[in-house]
């Protein structure tokens, strides 16, 4: 077995893989698979059903908001959101928080104004900016709760007069939030959810029908709500395996036993890393992320060799985003703490081979 860092597609757990392994050749003793059955069959409508309630019953989302499974990732997300949300003489609000949400800014352009009002940007995005007003005549609020590259991660998020749409891409599922304090929440699966091919969206529903213009069809969320997530065939292995994995998050009790363990771990690498002569973390304390634990090496001329030992010891996806150089730990849900283990004996092996 290995030990899987990886920033995403991330780790599964393995029981979810052997069921969707099993579903592939026969989905539920229906002597057909998964993959070759309709999406309109009551088989398939069971999987979406399920997988909505999870997501509901796990994040307690109100009335008043939609569920859905769309395809094209959180980068479809970055123009679907201002399509339907940014009326053309309108504007909207981002926090630069990193290259995703920089990325989501650029979509916004097309259809209206853009107010960045906070970056850093200059500081190669090693925190998170705090320090800003929020205009109240904007459209919506346009944060990134988790920043996968740079490892930083918004703890407290702002109180806004205006809706927040929120990319949490790497951090859904991963701790408590309060659904009700945001308009749009999204996230490609492929993190900390399921695997790559769909994209959770959470909508309140009280957003939509107001831009001033003609959205196509897959880009419309009111459309994508009408159609119950199968205006056309849905990503059905996708939607199948990541109902497995909320499955297996509420078996685990719930997001909020998965947020404690999640501390937990992060907890004991960061302290490892600060610890550790060899070792230095590249983020503000306070905006430390508990899902991607980016660090770098005082000599940055050992990395090779510590990569080297990790792969002997079977930890895989260490190196970090070639961005930010060193390396980046990303440790999902699924990641147990046995494998943060693992990696901090590696550490400190390394660092007594090279006192
Ligand atoms: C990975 C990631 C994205 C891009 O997701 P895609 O599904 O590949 O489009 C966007 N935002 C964040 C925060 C991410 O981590």
């Known amino acids: 077995m290995k030990h899987n860092f990886g920033a995403g597609p991330g780790i599964l757990p393995h029981e979810v893989l052997k069921q969707a ?27 979406l ?34 399509y339907n949300l940014l009326p ?20 916004a352009k097309f259809f209206g104004e853009v107010d960045v009002i906070a970056t850093s940007k200059e500081a190669n995005f090693t925190y998170i900016p705090k320090d800003y007003t929020i205009p109240s005549d ?3 609020l346009h944060l990134t709760s988790n920043n996968t590259i740079y ?15 929120c990319d949490m891409s790497s951090d859904i599922f991963s701790r408590e939030i309060n659904v ?3 308009g749009i929440i999204y996230a490609g699966a492929q993190k900390n959810m399921g695997p790559a091919g769909t994209t959770l969206v959470i909508v309140k529903d009280e957003l939509l029908g107001k831009a001033d213009r003609k959205i196509p069809a897959m880009l419309n969320y009111q459309v994508q709500i009408e159609g119950g997530s199968m205006y056309n065939t849905p990503p059905v292995f996708a939607i199948y395996v990541s109902m497995l994995t909320l499955n297996w998050v509420k078996s685990k009790g719930g997001i909020e036993a998965l947020a404690k363990e999640n501390k937990a771990k992060s907890h004991v690498l960061y ?7 060899l070792f230095k973390a590249v983020c503000a304390v306070e905006d430390r992320s508990d899902m991607n634990v980016c660090f770098v090496m005082e000599n940055p001329e050992l990395e090779k ?14 190196k970090g985003h070639r961005s930010v150089g060193g390396f980046r730990a990303s440790i999902y849900n699924a990641l147990s703490i046995t494998s943060i283990y693992v990696l901090i004996e590696a550490m400190q092996e390394f660092a007594e081979k090279n006192k």
């Open 305 to 318: 060799s510590f990569l080297k030992l990790c792969d002997e010891k079977g930890i895989v996806g260490i």
């Open 271 to 277: 302290e490892e890393i600060d610890r550790n002569p």
């Open 21 to 47: 392994a099993a579903a592939v050749v026969d989905f539920n003793g229906i002597g057909l698979s998964l993959l070759e059955i309709s999406h309109r069959s009551p088989e398939f409508e069971a999987v």
């Open 180 to 182: 009700a304090d945001f």
């Open 88 to 107: 053309s003489t309108g504007k909207a609000a981002y926090v630069e928080s990193g290259v995703w949400a920089n990325k989501a800014l650029k979509e």
């Open 49 to 82: 059903d399920e997988a909505v309630k999870l997501v509901k019953e796990l994040l307690a989302v109100p009335e008043g908001y939609s569920v859905l499974f769309l395809q094209g990732g959180a980068s479809t997300q970055f123009a679907m959101v201002p």
């Open 138 to 140: 904007a459209a919506y």
């Open 151 to 165: 490892g930083t991660q918004l703890h407290k998020f702002p109180a806004s007069p205006i809706p927040v749409v």
